[in-house]
């Protein structure tokens, strides 16, 4: 370990205490400042993003990586844009979220505090600088920020107008610390520093999470993938559960929130499956089904077990028919991945049974898989989505980037009578 | 690694999803026929202690820990009311903590769900098997135990009782599960199962805890020592401070929400530091203080670093004089351990600065630092105190053991108005 980070860290730590003692108009400000930098200062932003799209090209990166990549005057609008609505959300701390007096006459206050240092490691798309940041810092919070060498200098092009904030504010930089050398140990070391880092969120593809998850002596917040289910019931409305069919596999198949696999209860299986198939073509998806699926739409080609298992990310879906709504909870609870399910249905007996028996961290009734995202659910933005079942599940906004503690507040009172004088 | 704790796992795993689907009726009921199987089958219990305490004895186990072993009737008793106190608490599963109608119509709930299996790691203290499963249950999870050696017998009698209630309820004994082969290396093979364990909790002393962090791969939440703090600010009225220092320092010292270090502001320190020693020589105690609090009470003994440090969990204190509650806090900040701090003061400034100055898991203004305990905030009862900063901070009851997800109510709502046919 060369100390590098350690020694950023430490800082970053140093500069924690700062943030966490500003009030919440402080903070506000402080992120406006943040977006009015980034819109000021786009030239520099995109010149940075211009040089990182040439080096990928010449790397070879694929298409959907220099997509993701890439900045252009909308990407940054749309980045300051949600840097002033981070800004603009309820301050989440110093809130008394419950008061209790006891009988001794202590009143017992739960209340929200900073995590206080959090490490956040991330792939490609460098607008995850600028929300990291804002979203730790509104929560009052600093950031030590390690994103892909692929995007290094957008990230820094980002990170400085937003310590240009920070000094117009009085406030140390390194509030808003980046990991520059790209060299792989960093993280590595990032991951050991227990004493220093109070939680550390991967966001990326499958293999950063599980290094990262592999690796860490510090507290890990993560999420695999997306394998979300929709469950027709037998009860369902047709047309509604057709149109969360194609919103959740279709809209935008490369997120988590996609849908993976459609459950189709037997008894509506000949009305809803070749309209879906229907549907589904009409959108270039293609479908894998069970047998009895095959059975009613015999162009389906043959799902295998793998299928029921993958986030393919992609215009293919997994299909099975299914004698229940147990049945679908049992294929759900072998294959599922805790993120997203939904039922289709007009039985509130059956929606109450599938909400009871699914695990995972958002569970929609007649709603679409594409809810599952902090915007969508009135987070108003969000740092990553957990489907750890810890601390946060779904995803986290500012406020799951807090931590509640006690304030107990009496008059002298004490817990043994003989320790008064 | 052998697989059985694997095999153990697995099948605590599948007991959880039965425990999650009780309502909160049935899973009271089954704590209380717990509670009633230990009252009833004391002689079993106190049988197998017995042989604990003579093995124990033979290989020379201190007295402390002999005490902290020891069962009889109104250790068994109290145990049995512990478990009835948490039957009868609030259901925390299925609340819907919070409410939501977004724009579009779809309605966004909060809801609390169990985390699913609970390992717990800990030593000596048998009534720990009791209430961690109690706490676990009612929060509807499963769980793993994993006690010391030393109390082997006992945690297998209290077991049993636990199992009895279980098979009345038609309930799968493997909900409370028992690790029962002393070999060290199956906690380390229980710290790997990610897969299967939700949380580790380890409770004992700072070795136990440390060797579980280092090992784990599955999330843990753990509490170290407890050195907490004593600030007297120049505006407290003495008598009540005096009591606090009491009750903090000498009503039980061996707990970690004892008080472990006093800091008194300078201007009240010649008031008060000469009743201050008067009232812990009384109580036994013995005080070693900084070179101004020796000008003052020339009888304490030279405090160095490492007493500021310590967590002495015995009748002796460290003392300091500060000059001002900045001093007090900075002071905190380096030797602290995120625990308890408390200020006796009359200024209500003071008492808001000191609150926003600290980041322990509980604060307290003019109150008893032993008050940081479950029972003393109203949670009814408590599996440990987290001092680790995310999930759970302070004494964790059964509403810790539980995480939020979202729930998502609508008419066939999709994001995309495209996704419509």
């Given amino acids: 370990m060369s100390g590098y980070v350690r020694h950023l860290a430490e800082r ?6 700062v943030i966490a003692r500003l009030d919440g108009d ?6 406006e400042r943040m977006a009015d ?6 030239a520099e ?27 252009d005057d909308a990407r940054i609008d749309s980045m300051a844009q949600g840097l002033r609505e981070v800004a603009a959300q309820t301050d989440p701390l110093g809130v008394v979220t419950r008061r209790d007096v006891r009988p001794n006459g202590v009143v017992i206050e739960r209340q929200r505090i900073p995590l206080g240092l959090i490490a956040m490691i991330y792939e490609a798309r460098p607008n995850v600088t600028a929300d990291a940041a804002a979203l730790c810092l509104k929560a009052g919070n600093a950031v030590l920020l390690r ?5 290094r200098a957008s990230n820094a092009a980002i990170a400085a107008c937003l310590h240009s904030a920070l000094r117009a504010g009085n406030l140390p930089e390194a509030a808003v610390s980046l990991v520059s050398d790209p060299a792989r140990e960093h993280v590595l070391e990032l991951l050991q520093l227990s ?65 993976e696999t459609l459950l189709v209860h037997r008894d509506i299986a000949a009305t809803f499956l070749p309209r879906a198939m229907e549907r589904l073509s009409a959108r270039g998806v293609e479908v894998r089904g069970c047998e009895r699926t095959r059975a009613i739409v015999p162009q389906a080609r043959a799902a295998t077990d793998d299928d029921y298992a993958a986030e393919y990310l992609d215009f293919v879906i997994a299909v ?66 957990s489907t750890t079942r810890l601390h946060a599940y779904g995803p986290m906004g500012a406020e799951s980037l807090t931590i509640e503690r ?15 004088g």
């Fill in 37 to 42: 930098a980034l819109s000021e200062r786009r």
């Fill in 320 to 385: 099975r028919v299914v004698d229940d709504l147990d049945a679908a909870l049992a294929h759900i609870a072998r294959y599922g991945s805790d993120h997203t399910e939904v039922i289709a249905t007009q039985d509130a007996a059956a929606a109450d049974a599938f909400v009871r028996g699914t695990r995972s961290s958002a569970v929609m009734v007649n709603a679409s898989s594409r809810f599952n995202d902090g915007g969508q659910l009135g987070l108003g933005a969000e740092i990553g989505i």
């Fill in 195 to 259: 004493d220093l880092i109070d939680l550390a969120i991967p966001r990326g593809g499958e293999s950063l999470i599980r290094f990262v998850a592999e690796h860490a002596r510090v507290p890990v917040i993560k999420h695999y993938k997306g394998v979300c289910h929709l469950y027709v019931d037998a009860s369902a409305d047709v047309a509604q559960a057709l149109d969360l069919l194609v919103d959740g596999k279709a809209s935008r198949p490369g997120v988590c929130n996609a849908l």
């Fill in 147 to 151: 994103g892909g060498s692929e995007a």
């Fill in 45 to 71: 932003v995109m010149a940075a993003n211009a040089e990182d799209m040439e080096r990928g090209r010449s790397n070879g990166l694929g298409d959907a990586v220099l997509d993701r990549l890439k900045l």
């Fill in 406 to 420: 006690f304030v107990v507040r009496g008059e002298g009172q004490v817990r043994h009578a003989d320790s008064r």
């Fill in 12 to 17: 970053a730590r140093e500069a924690a205490s």
């Fill in 26 to 31: 402080a903070r506000r400000r402080l992120i």
